[in-house]
């Protein structure tokens, strides 16, 4: 088991109807509340006046900023920041999914450290900015998948020069997370199924690329994703289903906090493969992964048959003893998991081609490349042609 340093300071408040403690727990971090959230939309708006009303009736000033895009791009996010800057604001409230938190997190640290939100990414060998602190976050979750609401990481997107990258830090980490499963009772049916791919990309991620043996992570990713599966099966029954809205939400937040990843700490190669997809083509993340984790799980079965194999079994009731047959047979489950979703789709079924497979593989390679090499960290390190050979499978 590799050494690890791990805590969960975030104040999870969890349970139907907590919404409503917003105000209390606002008065407590600031007097003056930025609201982040998505564009308008009817279905939304009520929700949104309510977090409103609540802050105004203890007494906080509200500042709401509206329009957030599904990958949050860095002209909106310094847009907010000068406005949050200029309204003397003093606390974030992220509204939202993943997108609408980790832009929130770029609001709160970049306000209190200075600069445009695109200073503090990962990008290639530049050396990013270090924050010196952020202004207090809390977060309300309308979707159970990135686990944004109680972690430090945070994704952006530069429209201008087709790259989408991300950050880390221990100041962004929301201070209170307002977990109400009666918010997320009124998602859509595809937002839901594609949060159910988000998640589950997060659980294997580390599960695979770790070099690192730990029991205990390996125990607890797996059954949060049998845990996922199930309650998968049960929201889409019934999606007012709370109890199952509840469980997919500790799925989420527990699937990219660390603790999936105790003693084997691994890379996301999964993840900055997508992330191309989603800075040239504005694919929403977790379709982005839907379409990349089955090519990726099939490509890279040779490397590490003994973890593909171990998932496979554990999982997906693989009875095959070879490993190497087992591993192989990982991907064809996924697949069959993915179609019970409805999330088994291809590049070819949002009409994208091959036109650009080089120019995103690059991008990949140029941002995430381990220093002094030309390729990204992974189960194996992961070459440029490797790349493009998993775009070619997903088309």
Known sequence: MQNFAWNFPTRLTYGPGRLKEIGSIAAGLGKKAFLATYAPHPAFTPTVERVVAYLREAG?????????EPNPRVETIDRAIALFKQENCDLVVALGGGSVIDGSKYIAATSYSGGSCWDYVVLGERTPREYTGAYPIISIPTVAASGSECNAGGVLTNWETKEKSFSRSEYRIPKVAIVDPEVQATLPDLITRESCVDIFSHLVEHYLSSDGQSGFADRMTEGMILNLMDNFDR?????????????????????????????????????????????????????????????????????????????????FGVSESDDLKAAHALAGKVRDWLGRTGMLIRLSDDGIGQEKFDAMAESVVRMFAIAGTRTIPGSKPISKDEIIAIYKLAS
């Not at 906080?60 to 957030?68: E, H, K, M």
């Not at 109890?243 to 084997?264: P, V, Y």
């Open 235 to 315: 929201i889409i029954a019934d999606p007012s289903d709370l109890e199952a809205r509840g469980e997919l939400a500790l799925c989420s937040i527990f699937g990219w906090s660390g603790l999936q990843a105790l003693g084997r700490l691994g890379s996301i190669p999964m993840h900055s493969i997508e992330m191309a997809l989603s800075a040239y083509y504005d694919m929403r993340h977790a379709r982005g992964m839907a379409v990349i984790i089955p090519p990726y799980l099939e490509y890279f079965a040779d490397v590490r048959p003994d973890r593909w194999a171990q998932l496979a079994r554990r999982v």
């Open 60 to 68: 906080i000033d509200v500042v709401t900023f509206t329009g957030i």
